[in-house]
């Protein structure tokens, strides 16, 4: 072989090295994305219109108190001489309870009356934000001069899960703070621009249209701002109680 052939390989063999590094970001996302099971729920599945009906929501509340005593069934007929039958009924929302009865099992699991009605009396929230109109707000990050604009906030839900949407705009004041560290979840859509995101030891090299979700626990952040100005979604989850960054 000829030096030139040589060196031309060799170059070859380089470029290919550099290309197939910068590629296994990508890679181990789409194979990570390959072992993931079968969702549990179904997006598109619709909620019958029972669960808004009176028996169905005491029926789900009794459940659950009996649940989170750690008593069977069987446990809570014979605490409220209530028969087996009766009560599993009363559970799936197929009969209706006399107030005496309500009275027997709100002693038995030591709760008030009223607390077999609040998934009826429950509202279900939502939060409408027009266009440009996000409340700004500070984080740790407000410092490195990263704009958060917050999108919309559920003070109180049936999930257990606070979830922060926000927006979030890097300009020419901006620094990089690839160290952020906080519970929970976050995912992150490319909107505009072009930047370096961190996570762990991982670089992922974001454009418009690409996305990262990721255990928020890892330090992480930009990077390296390579083209201003950027803006991405930021959706962040954690248990609710237990603040993000």
């Known amino acids: 072989m000829t030096k030139a052939k040589a060196a031309e390989k060799h170059g070859h063999s380089k470029k290919n090295g550099k290309a197939l590094s910068a590629a296994i970001p990508a890679v181990a ?19 019958d219109t029972r669960e808004k009906v009176l028996e169905v929501a005491i029926g789900h509340e009794v459940r659950a108190f009996r649940k989170k005593l750690g008593i069977t069934v069987a446990d809570l007929a014979s605490a409220t001489d209530i028969s087996l039958g009766m009560l599993s009924k009363i559970e799936n929302g197929i009969t209706s309870p006399s107030l005496t009865t309500l009275q027997a099992l709100s002693r038995a699991l030591g709760v008030p009356v009223t607390a077999f009605f609040r998934r009826f009396e429950e509202e279900r929230n939502a939060v409408f934000v027009k266009a440009n109109e996000g409340v700004d707000v500070e984080r740790r990050g407000t410092r490195a001069g990263h704009q958060y604009t917050l999108l919309g906030h559920i003070g109180s839900d ?80 954690y248990p609710r109680g237990r603040g993000g960054d």
Not at 34 to 41: E, I, K, N
Not at 213 to 233: M, N, Q, S, V
Request: hydrophobic share 35%.
């Open 29 to 47: 996302a789409k194979s990570a994305l390959s072992r993931v099971s079968p969702l549990s729920q179904d997006p598109h599945a619709t909620r």
């Open 158 to 237: 049936t999930s257990g899960v606070t979830v922060e949407p926000y927006l979030i705009t890097l300009s020419e004041d901006s620094d990089v703070f690839p160290t952020f560290q906080h519970d929970g979840m976050e995912f992150l859509y490319m909107l505009e621009g072009e930047v370096v995101y961190r996570h762990s030891n991982n670089l992922y090299r974001m454009t418009p249209g690409d996305s990262l979700f990721f255990d928020a626990d890892a330090p992480h952040g930009p990077e390296e701002l390579t083209h201003l100005p950027i803006r991405y979604l930021s959706i962040i989850s």
